[in-house]
């Protein structure tokens, strides 16, 4: 095989096995293979046993953190969401605007339960339908992407809304501080706010 040829194979697999990787919902075996596979050919793309060992072990570490619950509701009609933040409803199209984003704890240490929440508005005019919300959260350490948690699409009415995401903290998973970055989305619409977890 040439060497232009076998390069871009290994970035195709190694797109399949990211995926594997940092599907969250996925189970750690899967994860284990994918992360084991991102190293050999991390390494094989750069020409770096270390990094490709690096990038490897990172993956590894974060293998067995998955979302084991997640639950959503509606917390607000439309009235009583717009009398508690006194905004004017648009008069075309949907608005989302995020309320709230915590993790509780906000530290933990390996086997902790985190219960990650979310708040937010869904605003629309007055004879505005349910509309779907696409909702991210995604962990970040550094200024660098280290995992998908969730993403998901959610159908929402007018008012405001709420998701639980609860997470266990693995054994493998680097001491430091984390963020954890909430975005929601509709149509052009979209909201974005960190939360910090701090595993020690």
Do not use: W
């Amino acid at each position: 095989m040439k060497p232009n040829k076998m390069k871009l194979t290994a970035i195709a697999c190694t797109g399949v096995l990211l995926t594997g990787c940092a599907t969250m919902e996925q189970s750690m075996g899967l994860g284990a293979v994918g992360c084991a596979g991102v190293g050999v050919l991390t390494g094989a793309l750069t020409g770096s046993a270390g990094i490709g060992a690096g990038a490897g072990a990172g993956c590894m570490a974060l293998a067995g953190l998955a979302i084991y619950s997640y639950h959503s509701n509606q917390t607000r009609t439309a009235a009583q969401d717009q009398q508690l933040y006194g905004y004017a409803a648009p008069v075309n199209g949907t608005e989302v605007k995020i309320r709230d984003a915590n993790a509780f704890p906000k530290t933990a240490r390996a086997g902790d339960t985190v219960k990650l929440t979310l708040d937010y508005s869904v605003i629309g005019a007055r004879d505005a339908q349910d509309v779907n919300v696409e909702e991210t959260m995604v962990l970040k350490k550094d200024g660098k992407v280290e995992k998908s948690l969730s993403q998901r699409m959610v159908p929402r009415p007018m008012g405001g809304g709420s998701s639980e995401v609860n997470i266990t903290i693995p054994s493998q998973m680097p001491a430091g501080t984390y963020v954890i970055e909430n975005t929601i989305k509709t149509g052009t619409s979209y909201d974005v706010r960190d939360t910090v977890l701090i595993v020690s």
